[in-house]
């Protein structure tokens, strides 16, 4: 099948045009700047009109969590997908935190089969490190994932690492991206003694901040660091979330042509660059995420990083919870919240507001992803790449309702924004997987496939 997107602003590797992109049999097989007319190609069966849109690669999230198998009550793959493809996601990276853990070859080919049967969108998965499972990370198709996920500090899932020659041993080990969710959890442990002391058993969320503190993310990131600068480890730092992590990583350190081979690498996730610890007081526990959300300060030095080379990918961390488990304070209510339906319009609400180009954020959203993780044929506007798109419309107003959330969960804290950008189209494999408010569930998405260098 033939189709022809025109008359969009084509966003792609540093530079915005005029043009068509060509598409055949899921491949893109041209792209064609400022065509006059009569020159175009024969008309195709199907023309998608972009007219006053811009046509971004599909988005990639390196970070997400879809709750399957295992913890089905509150997401799971079919209806995650589909918020993904609402919001304008082609890809995802799933987490290993599920039930059970994604932290055995066989555990990692069954998610694989739930996957071909039911994402809308494509999709691979991280494997998971634990204290005594490096031996089998060998034993895994580097092919098929993109990396090993390792969490450095208390986790859903009881996933935690925290024997010091354990993570030697993943360290060392690892050939693969390694993505750390990195927290001290002596030190939390420690905040949360003193604030029940002080404040009862379920200490307000206000306080979140401050139990899982600065002081507990930079201890953590900071061994990591140490960690993979010992043993040469591709290190993928998750979820930065404060201005003192970011004094781990020099200005500049990520150069777009040789990201691949860039030793360390960070991620800022949505939460982190859009709301503040203060939002809390509005919003509660629906924004109580771990890596807590943090000062001010903080938020501002994550958007100042966006464009200085030290954070190189922007996620989500989606993670839904049923509204009722996220009642309660920093102990009762659960951590984690959905954000894959609304990742790309509040990123673009940024651009609006001159913290990012919108030719940075296609770099840390699509290019960057595929650069660090080595996705293949993905995450840009090329010959011969699958057509994984994204068409989107500014000035076009609209407002978060319950009825538009696709995640299972049901809630979103976007709820009632008004937000300026439309995701008007997403095209995964060169086929149309949501427009206009609808979601095409007869489309399944591919599994991705890595080359790591």
Known sequence: MRIVIKGGHIVNEGRTFDGTVVIENGNIVEIVPACPEGSEPPAPPEIIDATGCYVLPGIIDDHVHFREPGLTDKADIDTESRAAAAGGVT?????PNCIPQTTT????????????????????????????????FSQIDATRIPGIKLFMGSSTGNMLVDRQESLERIFSLCKLPLIVHCEDTGIINRNMAEAVKAWGDDPPVTLHAMIRSE?????STRKAVELANKYGTRLHLAHLSTAEELDLLPPGSVCRDTIATTPITAEACVGHLYFTMLDHEQLGARIKVNPAIKTPVDQFMLRQALTDGRISVVATDHAPHLLSQKQGGCVRAASGMPMIQFSLPTMLELVDQKVLTIERLVELMCHNPARIFGVSQRGFIRKGYRADLTIVRPR??????????????????????????????????GRTVYAQGSVFTDIIGEEISFSHS
């Open 91 to 95: 890809s995802y990276f799933d987490m």
């Open 105 to 136: 070859p066989e555990a990692l080919d069954e998610k694989f089969r739930l996957a071909a049967g039911k994402s809308h969108v494509n999709y691979s998965f991280f494997y998971g490190a634990t204290n005594d499972n490096a031996h089998t």
């Open 215 to 219: 002081e507990a993310c930079l201890a």
């Open 396 to 429: 076009s107003p609209w407002i978060v309702t319950k009825d538009v959330i696709l995640s299972k969960c049901g809630w979103s804290p976007m709820e009632g924004h008004e937000y300026q950008w439309r995701v008007e189209r997403t095209l995964c494999n």
